[in-house]
């Protein structure tokens, strides 16, 4: 029977939110449609890390990388106030990938599942269930708006309305430089922090978060003298550039037939790594809820997804606003490995009320007792 409409589903925005959801869509046997105003491989300031999490959702997707395409991590080493404390991940691995690399390999991913992408067609309104672009209009059964933290779709569709919003400013450039360390590194100090991830055998992604906008990595690299001395003599591999870290919370991320997914459907502070991963479990739930025709499911899984990375950004942002208590974690950490390596697992892995009660338990005494 002919459908009456001319998509199944229509997403707004080819960022990898929304292509791992158009791919995650067309295993459901759905016709997707994506639409962007980009013609190109799309470029963002972000770490360019995927977490083992965000991994494992792309490989039961079938996307796959070439060993020259990402350098792997095996976990997380937090730097500061001359100590170091590092975890190793629980299971699997992360990536380091180029964010260029990332997106040319999702979209030939899409591409291949029999998505039809719309480069350079800017989507510019929404009638009912008619998408307006600048050349040409589409009628879809389900609208999802991939389109960045400055989503038109969610304004669109009335879904603005915040819990709430905050933001910090990040900046990001590469390095060529031979990557010192399998894990991730963060660098704190006062009111910032510096990320350094592998991404290729002779490159590293330094990104820099703080609440300056004036702030960029050349005047902060002096507070991280370890790291600045890592970086002397390296020749950078790519302009400075920047972007916002917002930590927003929407009343809602779907309503009727359009849903949000990625940072237009709120997001966490980047402190957590956990940009692409929220986005890419986002993108399983809301293509099972269309499968079955209920987007209130996707609400309820959108919600819960957020719920970990939400808690552990909480607890990261108030070592970035406190000095001393940032000082009493690091010489905690230092002096319990096993606690650091029992929150990473909470956070790569959800956790269960154990690990979480003991967890929070054994750091709370020993911050009383530093």
């Known amino acids: 029977m002919a459908t009456p409409f001319d998509t199944d589903i229509f997403i707004a925005g080819g960022g990898p939110a929304g292509l791992v959801a158009a791919i995650a869509a067309r295993r459901k046997g759905f016709r997707v449609t994506v639409a962007d105003s980009a013609h190109s491989a799309i470029d963002k300031a972000c770490g360019e ?8 959702v792309l490989a039961g997707l079938g996307v796959s990388f070439a060993p020259e395409e990402y350098v792997p991590f095996h976990g997380i080493r937090f730097c500061g106030h001359d100590r170091a404390v590092e975890a190793a991940f629980p299971n ?33 309104g929404l009638e009912g269930q008619r998408v307006q672009m600048r050349n040409q209009s589409m009628t879809a059964r389900f609208i999802v708006g991939a389109d960045g933290a400055a989503s038109a779709v969610r304004r669109w569709a009335g879904l603005d ?29 006062s009111g910032c922090q510096i990320y350094v991830t592998p991404v290729a055998a002779d490159q590293v992604n330094v990104a820099l978060l703080s609440r300056s ?15 600045a001395q890592r970086l002397r003599g390296a020749v950078p591999a790519s302009a400075e550039r920047g972007s916002i870290s917002a930590s927003r919370r929407l009343r809602r991320a779907c ?11 709120g997001s966490v502070d980047a402190v957590t790594g956990e940009g692409l991963s929220l986005a890419f479990q986002q993108a399983l739930a809301l293509a099972s809820a269309m499968e079955l025709d209920d987007l209130g499911l996707y609400q309820a899984a959108h919600t819960r997804i957020r719920r970990r990375p939400a808690l552990m950004a909480d607890l990261m942002l108030l070592m970035d606003q406190r000095d001393r208590l ?38 709370g005494w020993n911050l009383l007792t530093a």
């Open 326 to 363: 940032r000082r009493r974690v690091f010489s905690v950490l230092s002096a319990r490995p096993t606690l650091f390596a029992d929150m990473l697992s909470m956070h790569v892995r959800g956790f269960s009320p154990r690990v979480l009660m003991t967890a929070a338990v054994t750091l």
């Open 255 to 265: 309503h009727g037939h359009v849903a949000l997914i990625g940072d237009a459907s």
């Open 213 to 227: 906008s004036d702030l960029r990595l050349d005047q902060a690299l002096p507070l991280f003298p370890d790291l």
């Open 49 to 56: 890390g995927l977490m083992p999490d965000a991994v494992e």
């Open 161 to 189: 309305a915040r819990l709430r919003d905050s933001h910090r400013f990040g900046f990001r450039r590469h390095f060529q430089v031979t990557p010192w360390t399998d894990h991730v590194e963060v660098h704190w100090a």
């Open 92 to 124: 699997g691995e992360g990536y380091g990938v180029r964010r260029t690399t990332l997106h040319r390999i999702l979209a030939a991913k899409a591409g291949e599942a029999g998505v039809t992408l719309l480069w350079d067609s800017p989507v510019t």
